[in-house]
Every structure is written in C-alpha cells, then in structure tokens.
C-alpha cells in the first residue's frame, strides 16, 4: 500500500511528493531453493548486455534465474516488485531507492526529492536520481526489476531503461521480469546488444534440468522419470512442480 504525501519544503518554497514505506516485501529480495542453470546463466554472462529482459508466462522460473544469477556472480542487488502503483513516477522512484537501501548496494545516500514538477518531465529527474546514485553504487551491483509487465507501458519506463545504461557504470547490470515483451522504446538497446531478451524457450528447463529439480522436489527415481515429464511439460517449470507433487502422491506412477 502506498499512501500518498504533499510535504511544504518551507525554507526552498517548494512542495515534494513522499510516500509512506508499507511493504517490504515489495523491496526485499526472494529468498528460494534454486536449482542452478548454468547454461541460461553463464549465456548472459558472457552477453555485452547491461539489461537483460526475461521474457515468458507467470511460472515460468523467471525469478529463480535472477537468483541464480546473483548467487553466481555474487554481487550486491536491490530487488523491487513493481505493480500498477507504479505507473505512477514518483511511486516507482521511492521504491527504487527503498529497494537500493534495503539491499546494501550503496551507503551514505539517499535520492533527489521528487517535486510535483517532476511528473511532467519523468526524464529529467530519471537523470537526477541516477547521477546521484553512480558514485555510489557498488561497482558490480544489480537491479531486478520484477512484475514489469504491470507497469512498463507508462512512457516513463522506457525512458528509465534508456537513461539508465547511459548514467550508471558499466558493471551495473539491470534484470527486468516481465510476462510481456520489451515496450518500443528498447528497440534500439536491442539492436545494439544493450540489452538482451530471454524468452521463454530459453528459460525452459532441459531433460537434465528436469531431473535436478525432481530430485530436489523429492521425487523417488528422478532419474527414471525425468523423460516422461520432460515430454508432457515442455520443460515449462510450473508444470514440472505440479507434476512433482503429483509425483509424490503416486510414486507407482510412471
């Protein structure tokens, strides 16, 4: 729940939007059993990518291969669960900096106010937070900005992504989960390989992945089993799960 402020700056005759911090679930990271993903993981990072669009259907592991990622190049991250709350800039921009402090990617530093004026020119105060935040930031830090898809047609989005590779360091790398595909204004990060799409045929799990998470769900025989629902899932994670649990209520199943 985001509440809504208009605080009087009485001394700069200015009024600046606050909002009330009431979720930190909204700003913490996931904590979750991962089955490692070399191949997806170790692909993005040998990309020249800064941004990396993951692509696919609720289910789909989208959130356990950002996990993965950060677990494997073991760097700091800030992770922000955006809604349609968001839509809204100066929303999206106070849980951004929530989510930055929360994660310990930076110390000693908080965000530009957000003035009324701001929301008629988003572009502007984008470049505003994100030269305040690149001298600070850890080098190698990460971004993940989950449920994009429920904000990432409002023109100030696009914008962000665009600002955003031109303003942070180079070693700063922004995860983006969505259930839709990237709005236009990616298109030229796309080309250029600023950024880098992960659909979902390449978030699918292989037979050999298949077999890792049955055997770590619990499945007896994981091996044994692993083909059949590789075959009926199409390595689609949810699919594996539910079968998983099905598994387990029927071991004498093939």
């Known amino acids: 729940r985001v509440v809504c402020q208009h605080q009087k700056n009485a001394s700069e005759g200015m009024t600046a939007v606050k909002y009330s911090f009431a979720s930190s679930a909204k700003t913490s990271r996931p904590v979750a059993h991962v089955v490692r993903r070399p191949t997806v993981v170790e692909a993005m990072k040998q990309s020249q990518?800064?941004?990396?669009?993951?692509?696919?259907?609720?289910?789909?592991?989208?959130?356990?291969?950002?996990?993965d990622y950060l677990q494997d190049r073991g760097c700091s991250s800030a992770w922000v669960r955006l809604d349609v709350?968001?839509?809204d800039p100066a929303s999206f921009f106070y849980y951004l900096e929530q989510s930055i402090l929360s994660g310990g990617i930076v110390s000693d530093w908080r965000a530009p106010t957000f003035l009324p004026e701001h929301l008629q020119a988003p572009a502007a105060y984008t470049r505003l937070f994100l030269r305040s935040l690149a001298p600070v930031i850890a080098p190698d830090a990460c971004?993940?900005?989950?449920?994009?898809?429920?904000?990432?047609?409002?023109?100030?989005?696009g914008e962000f992504l665009s600002i955003v590779q031109e303003e942070l360091p180079p070693g700063v790398h922004i995860l983006i989960c969505s259930r839709a595909a990237p709005p236009p204004a990616c298109s030229k990060a796309l080309a250029y390989g600023a950024m880098v799409e992960i659909d979902s045929v390449r978030l699918s799990f292989s037979r050999e992945e298949t077999e890792r998470l049955l055997a770590v769900l619990g499945v007896e025989d994981a091996a044994g089993k692993s083909e059949a629902v590789f075959e009926a899932s199409q390595g689609w994670a949810v699919a594996i799960?539910?079968?998983?649990?099905?598994?387990?209520?029927?071991?004498?199943a093939a």
């Open 49 to 67: 990518g800064v941004l990396f669009w993951l692509v696919a259907p609720a289910g789909s592991g989208k959130t356990s291969i950002c996990l």
């Open 85 to 87: 709350a968001d839509r």
């Open 143 to 157: 971004l993940v900005l989950d449920d994009a898809y429920n904000c990432q047609d409002a023109p100030f989005f």
């Open 241 to 252: 799960v539910l079968m998983a649990t099905w598994l387990q209520r029927r071991p004498e």
